[in-house]
């Protein structure tokens, strides 16, 4: 099956292994004009062919530890290049001496990245360490062509027009190189180094980069591609020689950092655009189908992956090796590839596979659930489309799930045949019905979750004398509606919390009591509440009110009694279900006190002497503390006084006041006391 970047499934080209080579990695794939191919690779420098009929063969072993690049000439010559002490070497062809190599052109250089012929029939040969391009002529007299200021020329093509197409490290230059050998760079790119570049028909340039520059980069902005999913981090195997090695040849844990990969298309006028993206994937090689789309070599889920525009791509097939290192285009549309980690050698294509089947992520429904209608949207092609699922109450399926149900065959759908679990997952089958392949694009399975019944967390009474405002009216439907970002779902959690978090600040209204709680629905539905209330000694809920869709409520507590009192929340979840499914949970908070009567006075007695008057009372509540006291004299400000003990601490205290300087005549002394409710008592005394 193939992925395409917006979730389209389609068949995948038929794909298969046609050759396991004894190398652990393959880095060149060529093919000559009889259909034979060729492939090395190392870490044995050894020459595989694969004949036109299936036959396999090593035909040569080089000196060096490993092949880098092949290209083969118009006689079907074969020129293979050898690393470290890069060397080209020439192997006969079929017929007198087959198989013998002979040493052809010697750069030296450190490494021979890549080989390719112009149209006069001479071998270009691109190197490392240092970075250059060299013209040889078919009798191994070689010219240097272009010389780079880079370390590496670590890819090469050649456009319609003859000119050479470089790409570098660690500078990550993409470079045109006219047949005179005058270099122009066409575009810098964010990453170190171009592991890649192609050539399509309409002389676009593909180029892929990896590796990450020290210090900021210095590409120009170009648009972002679509992302993709990740992959395991890491890089091929290859040789530790004492230059530094681009990154995507060097070897895991060499320090190389290579952050993922960008695919730059460079239109025939030189304009850049990015097109390709990947957080971990490594490119190593890019080619064309038979359509002109191009597709790109990865690493490290050997993954090759087929761009349809600018903004779309498709994850074609995935080979069991772990890197796709090179490409080698066949007759009537096939594709080989030859890859790392092991070394061998698969065809893509050129038909589709004839049925593929996917199995879907498993889908947590968070709660014990029922399933309902699964259906699918796709363009058949002549083919067939076949969706079964299966459930269970684990989280990865295993023996312990529900077998495969029956296929849903129809877009429209069926009711599952799966039992009712917390866990589902689906699985297509996709099956050609002709040289297209049938295309499936969405698939919905609709669940109803086990309702479970609301919780009350918490009950807190409000301070005493203060009332929330008047509920607000129900909202009407609203008439706008906020998207999420293009590509992310709308959030569609599964638990609702419906706590205090939007309670209304309150006003001071004496008399009135009131209560807020925190409560939550795992379903999410919305809740409705209902408050009731009783003395502490009393047996009967008294309702205070129903159909609270807020959660907190205040009532005047002045028609009750003094004294202790509990209330009774209950939530409901009918608002979002049926009656016959609704669920309640009732929670009883913590006593508190309506106290409403205002403390006395005792004992209120006063007198005068020397200019001293001298006043004594007693405050007594029933239920609870004396909050303060203060006295006024001859109708002058209230002014506190501090009880016999000091703190305020009691139902009951005792106040002893003397107050000097007093004018010989006859005073009122007016007292006032005032419990933790707010109640207040007043009395007086005229001295005389």
Same mark, same amino acid.
């Given at each position: 099956?193939?992925?395409?970047?917006?979730?389209?499934?389609?068949?995948?080209?038929?794909?298969?292994?046609?050759?396991?080579?004894?190398s652990a990695y393959l880095w060149a794939l060529a093919r000559d004009s009889k259909g034979?191919?060729?492939?090395?690779?190392?870490?044995?420098?050894?020459?595989?062919?694969?004949?036109?009929?299936?036959?396999?063969?090593?035909?040569?072993?080089?000196?060096?530890?490993?092949?880098?690049?092949?290209?083969?000439?118009?006689?079907?010559?074969?020129?293979?290049?050898?690393?470290?002490?890069?060397?080209?070497?020439?192997?006969?062809?079929?017929?007198?001496?087959?198989?013998?190599?002979?040493?052809?052109? =010697?750069?030296?250089?450190?490494?021979?990245?890549?080989?390719?012929?112009?149209?006069?029939?001479?071998?270009?040969?691109?190197?490392?360490?240092?970075?250059?391009?060299?013209?040889?002529?078919?009798?191994?007299?070689?010219?240097?062509?272009?010389?780079?200021?880079?370390?590496?020329?670590?890819?090469?093509?050649?456009?319609?027009?003859?000119?050479?197409?470089?790409?570098?490290?660690?500078?990550?230059?993409?470079?045109?190189?006219?047949?005179?050998g005058e270099g122009f760079v066409l575009y810098q790119m964010s990453k170190s180094e171009?592991?890649?570049?192609?050539?399509?028909?309409?002389?676009?340039?593909?180029?892929?980069?990896?590796?990450?520059?020290?210090?900021?980069?210095?590409?120009?902005?170009?648009?972002?591609?679509?992302?993709?999913?990740?992959?395991?981090?890491?890089?091929?195997?290859?040789?530790?020689?004492?230059?530094?090695?681009?990154?995507?040849?060097?070897?895991?844990?060499?320090?190389?950092?290579? %952050?993922?990969? =960008?695919?730059?298309?460079?239109?025939?006028?030189?304009?850049?655009?990015?097109?390709?993206?990947?957080?971990?994937?490594?490119?190593?090689?890019?080619?064309?189908?038979?359509?002109?789309?191009?597709?790109?070599?990865?690493?490290?889920?050997?993954?090759?992956?087929?761009?349809?525009?600018?903004?779309?791509? %498709?994850?074609?097939?995935?080979?069991?090796?772990?890197?796709?290192?090179?490409?080698?285009?066949?007759?009537?549309?096939?594709?080989?590839?030859?890859?790392?980690?092991?070394?061998?050698?698969?065809?893509?294509?050129?038909?589709?596979?004839?049925?593929?089947?996917?199995?879907?992520?498993?889908?947590?429904?968070?709660?014990?659930?029922?399933?309902?209608?699964?259906?699918?949207?796709?363009?058949?092609?002549?083919?067939?489309?076949?969706?079964?699922?299966?459930?269970?109450?684990?989280?990865?399926?295993?023996?312990?799930?529900?077998?495969?149900?029956?296929?849903?065959?129809?877009?429209?759908?069926?009711?599952?045949?799966?039992?009712?679990?917390?866990?589902?997952?689906?699985?297509?089958?996709?099956?050609?019905?002709?040289?297209?392949?049938?295309?499936?694009?969405?698939?919905?399975?609709?669940?109803?979750?086990?309702?479970?019944?609301?919780?009350?967390?918490?009950?807190?009474?409000?301070?005493?004398?203060?009332k929330f405002p008047a509920p607000p009216a129900p909202p009407a439907p609203s008439q706008?509606?906020?998207?999420?970002?293009?590509?992310?779902?709308?959030?569609?959690?599964?638990?609702?919390?419906?706590?205090?978090?939007?309670?209304?600040?309150?006003?001071?209204?004496?008399?009135?009591?009131?209560?807020?709680?925190?409560?939550?629905?795992?379903?999410?539905?919305?809740?409705?509440? %209902?408050?009731?209330?009783?003395?502490?000694?009393?047996?009967?809920?008294?309702?205070?009110?129903?159909?609270?869709?807020?959660?907190?409520?205040?009532?005047?507590?002045?028609?009750?009694?003094?004294?202790?009192?509990?209330?009774?929340?209950?939530?409901?979840?009918?608002?979002?279900?049926?009656?016959?499914?609704?669920?309640?949970?009732?929670?009883?908070?913590?006593?508190?006190?309506?106290?409403?009567?205002?403390?006395?006075?005792?004992?209120?007695?006063?007198?005068?002497?020397?200019?001293?008057?001298?006043?004594?009372?007693?405050?007594?509540?029933?239920?609870?503390?004396?909050?303060?006291?203060?006295?006024?004299?001859?109708?002058? =400000?209230?002014?506190?006084?501090?009880?016999?003990?000091?703190?305020?601490?009691?139902?009951?205290?005792?106040?002893?006041?003397?107050?000097?300087?007093?004018?010989?005549?006859?005073? %009122?002394?007016?007292?006032?006391?005032?419990?933790?409710?707010?109640?207040?008592?007043?009395?007086?005394?005229?001295?005389?």
């Amino acid at each position: 099956m193939s992925l395409r970047s917006d979730g389209s499934v389609t068949l995948a080209p038929q794909f298969q292994e046609i050759y396991d080579t004894s190398s652990a990695y393959l880095w060149a794939l060529a093919r000559d004009s009889k259909g034979n191919l060729y492939a090395g690779g190392g870490p044995d420098a050894k020459l595989y062919r694969l004949s036109a009929n299936g036959d396999k063969k090593t035909v040569a072993e080089l000196d060096g530890l490993q092949i880098q690049a092949i290209a083969i000439d118009a006689q079907d010559r074969v020129y293979a290049a050898t690393a470290p002490d890069g060397k080209v070497y020439r192997i006969a062809p079929d017929g007198h001496g087959a198989g013998k190599s002979e040493v052809f052109y =010697d750069p030296k250089a450190k490494y021979i990245w890549a080989l390719a012929f112009n149209k006069n029939g001479d071998l270009l040969v691109a190197t490392g360490d240092p970075g250059a391009v060299y013209r040889v002529t078919p009798d191994g007299r070689g010219t240097l062509l272009y010389q780079s200021d880079e370390t590496h020329v670590r890819s090469m093509a050649l456009d319609p027009a003859g000119n050479v197409i470089l790409g570098t490290d660690p500078g990550g230059l993409v470079v045109r190189v006219s047949p005179a050998g005058e270099g122009f760079v066409l575009y810098q790119m964010s990453k170190s180094e171009v592991s890649a570049v192609a050539v399509a028909q309409d002389g676009s340039i593909y180029a892929a980069g990896v590796g990450s520059k020290p210090g900021p980069s210095s590409a120009p902005p170009a648009p972002a591609s679509s992302p993709a999913a990740p992959a395991a981090p890491g890089a091929a195997l290859q040789l530790r020689p004492s230059a530094p090695p681009p990154a995507s040849m060097a070897p895991s844990g060499s320090g190389v950092s290579v %952050t993922g990969s =960008d695919v730059y298309r460079i239109d025939p006028a030189g304009n850049p655009s990015k097109i390709w993206s990947h957080a971990q994937d490594i490119i190593y090689a890019i080619a064309f189908d038979a359509q002109g789309r191009a597709l790109i070599g990865s690493g490290n889920k050997g993954c090759i992956y087929r761009i349809e525009s600018d903004v779309l791509y %498709t994850a074609l097939v995935t080979a069991p090796s772990t890197q796709i290192t090179a490409f080698q285009t066949g007759a009537n549309g096939a594709l080989y590839a030859a890859t790392g980690n092991v070394g061998k050698i698969y065809q893509a294509g050129p038909g589709l596979a004839r049925e593929g089947s996917l199995e879907s992520d498993v889908f947590d429904a968070e709660f014990f659930s029922q399933w309902g209608r699964l259906s699918f949207e796709a363009n058949l092609n002549g083919g067939g489309v076949a969706i079964a699922a299966r459930s269970g109450n684990l989280d990865r399926p295993q023996k312990n799930w529900s077998p495969w149900s029956t296929a849903i065959t129809e877009p429209k759908g069926d009711r599952v045949a799966s039992p009712a679990a917390r866990f589902i997952q689906w699985k297509a089958t996709l099956t050609a019905g002709g040289a297209q392949s049938p295309e499936l694009e969405s698939v919905d399975v609709a669940y109803l979750q086990r309702n479970m019944p609301p919780r009350i967390e918490a009950i807190e009474s409000t301070p005493a004398n203060y009332k929330f405002p008047a509920p607000p009216a129900p909202p009407a439907p609203s008439q706008t509606l906020t998207l999420p970002p293009i590509g992310k779902p709308a959030s569609s959690s599964g638990s609702s919390l419906s706590g205090d978090s939007g309670t209304p600040s309150m006003q001071y209204a004496k008399g009135f009591t009131g209560a807020r709680w925190a409560a939550a629905d795992d379903n999410g539905d919305s809740l409705i509440f %209902t408050v009731e209330i009783r003395g502490v000694h009393e047996t009967n809920w008294k309702l205070l009110k129903d159909k609270v869709r807020e959660k907190y409520w205040s009532w005047d507590s002045t028609a009750f009694p003094d004294g202790e009192y509990r209330l009774r929340v209950t939530a409901s979840d009918l608002p979002g279900n049926p009656p016959t499914e609704a669920l309640s949970t009732s929670t009883v908070g913590d006593p508190f006190l309506i106290d409403n009567t205002p403390p006395r006075i005792g004992r209120l007695a006063a007198h005068q002497s020397n200019g001293k008057l001298q006043a004594a009372w007693t405050a007594t509540d029933a239920l609870s503390d004396i909050k303060k006291a203060a006295y006024s004299l001859d109708g002058g =400000d209230w002014t506190l006084a501090a009880p016999v003990t000091g703190l305020s601490d009691s139902h009951e205290l005792a106040y002893d006041l003397t107050l000097d300087h007093i004018a010989p005549g006859e005073h %009122t002394l007016a007292v006032r006391v005032e419990d933790d409710y707010d109640n207040q008592a007043v009395d007086k005394v005229v001295v005389r």
